[in-house]
């Protein structure tokens, strides 16, 4: 049940307070206090405040306020606009602005540029604001005469006068405004005083009251507590309430948890925690303020305190307690903390000796009349006495007395007992040396020597195994001999060893912390995360996480299921961790879970039940864009300014206004120091920039076009906003035109040139039409002339053709008239083909002279002629079947001539030798266009072919000669294939010649 409803005997509560003021004497905390000499204004703090923003802000008496940002504190005063000097209240209305009470002032509402002050004569009654409140629509002003209340809406002012002086006023959650003043209690309703009956006389002239979590409300008058229920408008006293009958309290609040935190008068601050136990904070645990006016909790947890002498106070952390007021666990030298089973801690440091301590006060133990010199290594064994090992030997103590000396003159450095009673010692230039059943036995002179003369930690694994760590490295006694690891450490000085869950064993060295798992070794150091390589300690801790301290803080790494790292956490002063360098093997895990530290700030303790982590997130906000590097006010642009920072809505710039610096802050008042930042121009970048921990970035030569700046941040333990915090939109306009590209210019240009051009063609066209008229007159002239001089070549073409044709037949007439006269047949076989050339020459003319144009002929009908005729001519009484495939296509003479020629050849010679054996034969032309001006011509027989040994490029025959050299005149070349009949393939090109 919550802690106001636990049940306590009246006659405990002297018992309470007296526990409260006893307890934890021995134990200091955490707190820091920040004074003038830190940027505090005054050291008087009178109230406190946290904004929305995550600011801190501090009042003061006589020097106006001081806002802080987790760094550094920005003050404000009369003569940057604050109504006065003496603070009493500050609060946050719903809009975001600050409202701030003065004494002679009256009020300041500040909106995070400009403070606007109401005072007597100007909206409110009185100079003297004692206390402010604020729901939804309204705030409440107490002043020394009355209650004023400020509309947000209509932003009027209204007068309660009824209340009289107000000496206390809240609003609750649910937007009650509840108030004391001197008439009595009450609340409003509808800007009027209703009126609650107290159960007795109180003193109302000091009244505390604060609403809690479970919507009671708790008043603190005079030296009485009294609870109030709101809901039955009844009012009770509890266990609780009584314990501060007869205390006067000076401030109150409930912290996130729902714990309690309460002032009283003699500067002690009590903790009540919901397990009901309680942790009190005076000067006799660390506390430093003498004169507490305010406490608040921050909304990273962390506690607030203002002061009167001391400034602003702050619990940093309960997660670690601090002894150095406590005789010998204050030395900066203490190298061995050992709790016993009855809860007993004992401390050995260097330069004090040896202490116990039962958690109240420490005790000195000595060894006989004189205290322990050196005491470092301290092992309870099984019987329950103490073995001390120190700079002079080994000493038994029985009861916390000396009974008996061992190694007399020895630096002992290290002790363990195994689980079979053995104690093992180790030293310092004498080796090793084991204790058992009443005999030391040294094994520097056995025959499995010890390698080495200084060990600095021992320890039995779960198997048996000794491990000894050395100057010289780690060393593994399996109980007959030893094997020493040195080459695969980073350093060979082994200071400590330990073992987790698993069985690895693992040690440290002057360079790293190594893992050893049977196997190999592994290596864990700065690049792995650590915040230093100079390691003192390790310890494993009961959640089986691996503390790693350093010159530099503590380390808490842990592990997953397969022994890899999840993450590693630091801590030092911004933890809480003030000791930062720790001692060498100072370090113990108590039995409540709870972890003791020898640091170069005396003895300090973990508290695993205080180590929350740290969830919430930055409070982001960019406040400020700044153009060329300068302060910006965006005001000049006429365009409304928005928010807490005052910038605009929206940004446009000419195209040389591309400069621009984002400012951006991330407020977490646990470390600000630690908050890092990502952030992007959205329209220029393509994804976040890496991470960075500066709070400005700077972006210049933008080019046109419309951008937006984005930002986020994360605390020091890695927790991100989850929504990025969004800039205005900043447009930069392109450059303007050139003046000869603008509208106006081409407008001026056009008009001369517009009554240049219609003069232009208006004579142009005069012009143009008259010489038309004349190159029409003189075209037709030409025409009529060519066509004369057309008509004339037509007629001479012809009969040039005609007359070559005539002159051909002639000669072919000529060649049959003089081979009537020759009997031999060889000779008359070279007439033949003589007669058949000619003929086929003049058969082109004849076609010429029969076309249209007199410069192509009808390439098919041609073809078609000259195999008939040739048939014709050799009539061998043989039926020779002919086809052909001819595409159409206008040869010139140039290449016809060629090309009846060489048909002429081939076909004459498979008239004449291809079918000599047969009466029937098939011959087949083909004529085709393959590409551009290139064709292919065929000729093929079914005849009985050539020799096998045929040669045509080295024939002897005139007709061969001939196809091989008129081929050449039309670019062709002939391919002979000598198959079931002879097939001649020529390729050729037609020549196309310029004519003039």
């Given at each position: 049940?919550?802690?106001?409803?636990?049940?306590?005997?009246?006659?405990?509560?002297?018992?309470?307070?007296?526990?409260?003021?006893?307890?934890?004497?021995?134990?200091?905390?955490?707190?820091?206090?920040?004074?003038?000499?830190?940027?505090?204004?005054?050291?008087?703090?009178?109230?406190?405040?946290?904004?929305?923003?995550?600011?801190?802000?501090?009042?003061?008496?006589?020097?106006?306020?001081?806002?802080?940002?987790?760094?550094?504190?920005?003050?404000?005063?009369?003569?940057?606009?604050?109504?006065?000097?003496?603070?009493?209240?500050?609060?946050?209305?719903?809009?975001?602005?600050?409202?701030?009470?003065?004494?002679?002032?009256?009020?300041?509402?500040?909106?995070?540029?400009?403070?606007?002050?109401?005072?007597?004569?100007?909206?409110?009654?009185?100079?003297?604001?004692?206390?402010?409140?604020?729901?939804?629509?309204?705030?409440?002003?107490?002043?020394?005469?009355?209650?004023?209340?400020?509309?947000?809406?209509?932003?009027?002012?209204?007068?309660?006068?009824?209340?009289?002086?107000?000496?206390?006023?809240?609003?609750?959650?649910?937007?009650?405004?509840?108030?004391?003043?001197?008439?009595?209690?009450?609340?409003?309703?509808?800007?009027?005083?209703?009126?609650?009956?107290?159960?007795?006389?109180?003193?109302?002239?000091?009244?505390?009251?604060?609403?809690?979590?479970?919507?009671?409300?708790?008043?603190?008058?005079?030296?009485?507590?009294?609870?109030?229920?709101?809901?039955?408008?009844?009012?009770?006293?509890?266990?609780?309430?009584?314990?501060?009958?007869?205390?006067?309290?000076?401030?109150?609040?409930?912290?996130?948890?729902?714990?309690?935190?309460?002032?009283?008068?003699?500067?002690?601050?009590?903790?009540?925690?919901?397990?009901?136990?309680?942790?009190?904070?005076?000067?006799?645990?660390?506390?430093?303020?003498?004169?507490?006016?305010?406490?608040?909790?921050?909304?990273?947890?962390?506690?607030?305190?203002?002061?009167?002498?001391?400034?602003?106070?702050?619990?940093?952390?309960?997660?670690?307690?601090?002894?150095?007021?406590?005789?010998?666990?204050?030395?900066?030298?203490?190298?061995?903390?050992?709790?016993?089973?009855?809860?007993?801690?004992?401390?050995?440091?260097?330069?004090?000796?040896?202490?116990?301590?039962?958690?109240?006060?420490?005790?000195?133990?000595?060894?006989?009349?004189?205290?322990?010199?050196?005491?470092?290594?301290?092992?309870?064994?099984?019987?329950?006495?103490?073995?001390?090992?120190?700079?002079?030997?080994?000493?038994?103590?029985?009861?916390?007395?000396?009974?008996?000396?061992?190694?007399?003159?020895?630096?002992?450095?290290?002790?363990?007992?195994t689980r079979s009673g053995a104690l093992w010692i180790g030293t310092w230039e004498k080796g090793l040396y084991k204790y058992e059943n009443g005999v030391l036995t040294s094994f520097r002179d056995t025959p499995n020597k010890f390698p080495t003369e200084y060990v600095h930690a021992i320890h039995?694994?779960?198997?048996?195994?000794?491990?000894?760590?050395?100057?010289?490295?780690?060393?593994?006694?399996?109980?007959?001999?030893?094997?020493?690891?040195?080459?695969?450490?980073?350093?060979?000085?082994?200071?400590?060893?330990?073992?987790?869950?698993?069985?690895?064993?693992?040690?440290?060295?002057?360079?790293?912390?190594?893992?050893?798992?049977?196997?190999?070794?592994?290596?864990?150091?700065?690049?792995?995360?650590?915040?230093?390589?100079?390691?003192?300690?390790?310890?494993?801790?009961?959640?089986?996480?691996?503390?790693?301290?350093?010159?530099?803080?503590?380390?808490?790494?842990?592990?997953?299921?397969?022994?890899?790292?999840?993450?590693?956490?630091?801590?030092?002063?911004?933890?809480?961790?003030?000791?930062?360098?720790?001692?060498?093997?100072?370090?113990?895990?108590?039995?409540?879970?709870?972890?003791?530290?020898?640091?170069?700030?005396?003895?300090?303790?973990?508290?695993?039940?205080?180590?929350?982590?740290?969830?919430?997130?930055?409070?982001?906000?960019?406040?400020?864009?700044?153009?060329?590097?300068?302060?910006?006010?965006?005001?000049?642009?006429?365009?409304?300014?928005?928010?807490?920072?005052?910038?605009?809505?929206?940004?446009?710039?000419?195209?040389?206004?591309?400069?621009?610096?984002?400012?951006?802050?991330?407020?977490?008042?646990?470390?600000?120091?630690?908050?890092?930042?990502?952030?992007?121009?959205?329209?220029?970048?393509?994804?976040?920039?890496?991470?960075v921990s500066k709070t400005e970035i700077t972006y210049s030569n933008l080019p046109p076009g419309e951008y937006v700046f984005l930002v986020k941040a994360a605390n020091s333990q890695g927790v991100w906003n989850k929504e990025p915090v969004r800039s205005c939109i900043i447009t930069i306009l392109?450059?303007?035109?050139?003046?000869?590209?603008?509208?106006?210019?081409?407008a001026l240009a056009t008009l001369p040139l517009a009554g240049i051009l219609f003069y232009l063609i208006v004579v142009r066209t005069r012009i143009i039409r008259r010489q038309k008229q004349e190159l029409e007159t003189e075209i037709q002239e030409r025409i009529r002339e060519i066509s004369k001089?057309?008509?004339?070549?037509?007629?001479?073409?012809?009969?040039?053709?005609?007359?070559?044709?005539?002159?051909?037949?002639?000669?072919?007439?000529?060649?049959?008239?003089?081979?009537?006269?020759?009997?031999?047949?060889?000779?008359?076989?070279?007439?033949?083909?003589?007669?058949?050339?000619?003929?086929?020459?003049?058969?082109?003319?004849?076609?010429?002279?029969?076309?249209?144009?007199?410069?192509?002929?009808?390439?098919?009908?041609?073809?078609?002629?000259?195999?008939?005729?040739?048939?014709?001519?050799?009539?061998?009484?043989?039926?020779?079947?002919?086809?052909?495939?001819?595409?159409?296509?206008?040869?010139?003479?140039?290449?016809?001539?060629?090309?009846?020629?060489?048909?002429?050849?081939?076909?004459?010679?498979?008239?004449?030798?291809?079918?000599?054996?047969?009466?029937?034969?098939?011959?087949?032309?083909?004529?085709?266009?393959?590409?551009?001006?290139?064709?292919?011509?065929?000729?093929?027989?079914?005849?009985?072919?050539?020799?096998?040994?045929?040669?045509?490029?080295?024939?002897?025959?005139?007709?061969?000669?001939?196809?091989?050299?008129?081929?050449?005149?039309?670019?062709?070349?002939?391919?002979?294939?000598?198959?079931?009949?002879?097939?001649?393939?020529?390729?050729?090109?037609?020549?196309?010649?310029?004519?003039?």
């Open positions: 049940m919550y802690l106001f409803h636990f049940c306590l005997k009246r006659t405990t509560f002297f018992c309470f307070f007296l526990f409260v003021f006893t307890t934890s004497k021995a134990q200091l905390y955490d707190f820091v206090n920040y004074t003038i000499s830190d940027g505090l204004t005054q050291s008087v703090v009178t109230t406190l405040y946290q904004d929305s923003r995550g600011y801190l802000w501090a009042g003061s008496m006589g020097g106006g306020v001081s806002r802080f940002d987790g760094n550094t504190f920005q003050p404000f005063e009369e003569r940057d606009g604050l109504a006065g000097q003496i603070i009493t209240e500050i609060i946050e209305d719903s809009t975001g602005k600050l409202w701030i009470g003065t004494t002679w002032g009256g009020v300041s509402c500040y909106d995070g540029l400009n403070f606007t002050n109401y005072g007597k004569g100007n909206k409110i009654s009185s100079n003297l604001v004692q206390h402010l409140a604020a729901t939804k629509e309204h705030v409440f002003i107490g002043t020394g005469s009355s209650l004023q209340v400020f509309n947000l809406a209509t932003k009027t002012f209204s007068e309660i006068t009824e209340t009289g002086p107000i000496h206390e006023l809240i609003c609750d959650r649910k937007g009650v405004t509840w108030g004391f003043s001197k008439k009595g209690f009450f609340r409003i309703d509808n800007n009027k005083p209703v009126w609650i009956d107290l159960p007795k006389k109180y003193d109302l002239s000091n009244c505390q009251m604060i609403e809690l979590k479970n919507g009671m409300l708790l008043f603190a008058m005079g030296n009485e507590l009294l609870q109030f229920n709101p809901s039955t408008a009844t009012f009770s006293e509890t266990a609780f309430t009584k314990l501060y009958s007869g205390r006067v309290i000076k401030s109150m609040f409930e912290d996130s948890h729902q714990e309690l935190w309460i002032a009283v008068d003699n500067n002690l601050i009590i903790h009540h925690k919901k397990d009901g136990s309680t942790r009190s904070f005076s000067s006799s645990n660390g506390m430093l303020a003498n004169d507490i006016n305010d406490i608040i909790e921050d909304n990273t947890g962390h506690i607030w305190i203002a002061s009167t002498d001391v400034g602003l106070v702050k619990l940093r952390s309960e997660l670690f307690t601090y002894y150095s007021n406590v005789q010998g666990l204050d030395a900066n030298d203490i190298f061995k903390i050992v709790e016993d089973p009855q809860g007993l801690f004992w401390f050995g440091s260097s330069s004090k000796g040896l202490y116990t301590f039962d958690g109240l006060q420490a005790t000195e133990i000595k060894n006989g009349a004189k205290g322990f010199v050196q005491p470092i290594a301290i092992q309870q064994d099984m019987s329950g006495d103490v073995w001390i090992g120190h700079l002079n030997g080994l000493t038994l103590l029985r009861n916390k007395k000396p009974v008996q000396q061992l190694l007399s003159g020895v630096r002992v450095r290290a002790l363990m007992q039995e694994d779960r198997v048996g195994n000794i491990w000894i760590g050395t100057g010289a490295g780690i060393v593994k006694y399996n109980g007959t001999t030893f094997q020493t690891f040195a080459q695969v450490l980073c350093n060979e000085y082994v200071g400590s060893i330990t073992e987790d869950k698993v069985g690895n064993i693992w040690f440290h060295t002057d360079k790293c912390v190594m893992k050893y798992d049977g196997k190999k070794m592994e290596q864990f150091d700065e690049g792995r995360g650590l915040n230093s390589n100079t390691i003192y300690l390790i310890q494993f801790d009961a959640a089986g996480n691996l503390w790693v301290g350093t010159n530099k803080g503590l380390n808490r790494m842990q592990f997953d299921e397969k022994g890899n790292i999840l993450n590693i956490k630091q801590y030092a002063r911004n933890e809480g961790f003030r000791g930062i360098e720790c001692n060498s093997r100072a370090v113990c895990l108590a039995k409540n879970g709870q972890i003791w530290f020898g640091t170069v700030l005396g003895a300090i303790r973990y508290n695993p039940q205080d180590d929350i982590v740290d969830k919430v997130e930055p409070r982001t906000a960019i406040t400020g864009i700044k153009l060329f590097l300068e302060k910006t006010d965006w005001s000049y642009t006429g365009i409304p300014l928005v928010g807490w920072f005052h910038l605009p809505e929206r940004i446009e710039l000419q195209h040389n206004q591309n400069h621009l610096t984002f400012e951006y802050s991330g407020m977490h008042l646990n470390n600000t120091a630690g908050t890092r930042y990502q952030f992007m121009l959205s329209g220029f970048d393509q994804d976040w920039q890496p991470i392109s450059p303007p035109p050139p003046f000869w590209k603008t509208w106006w210019f081409y001089q057309n008509e004339e070549k037509t007629l001479m073409l012809k009969e040039i053709h005609h007359r070559v044709k005539n002159n051909l037949q002639v000669i072919s007439s000529l060649l049959n008239l003089q081979s009537d006269g020759i009997s031999d047949p060889h000779v008359m076989s070279l007439f033949e083909d003589c007669r058949n050339r000619v003929n086929s020459m003049a058969l082109i003319h004849q076609k010429m002279y029969q076309s249209k144009n007199l410069v192509n002929i009808d390439i098919r009908n041609y073809i078609d002629e000259l195999l008939h005729s040739l048939i014709d001519a050799y009539d061998t009484n043989k039926t020779i079947r002919l086809t052909t495939d001819i595409e159409e296509h206008p040869f010139s003479i140039d290449t016809i001539v060629p090309m009846g020629l060489i048909l002429n050849e081939i076909i004459s010679n498979s008239l004449k030798y291809a079918f000599e054996d047969r009466d029937t034969g098939e011959l087949h032309v083909s004529l085709k266009k393959t590409a551009g001006n290139h064709f292919m011509l065929k000729i093929s027989d079914n005849g009985k072919g050539m020799p096998v040994d045929f040669d045509l490029e080295n024939a002897q025959t005139l007709g061969l000669q001939l196809i091989t050299m008129l081929s050449d005149q039309i670019n062709g070349k002939v391919e002979l294939k000598n198959y079931q009949g002879t097939h001649f393939a020529i390729a050729f090109t037609e020549l196309v010649k310029e004519r003039f």
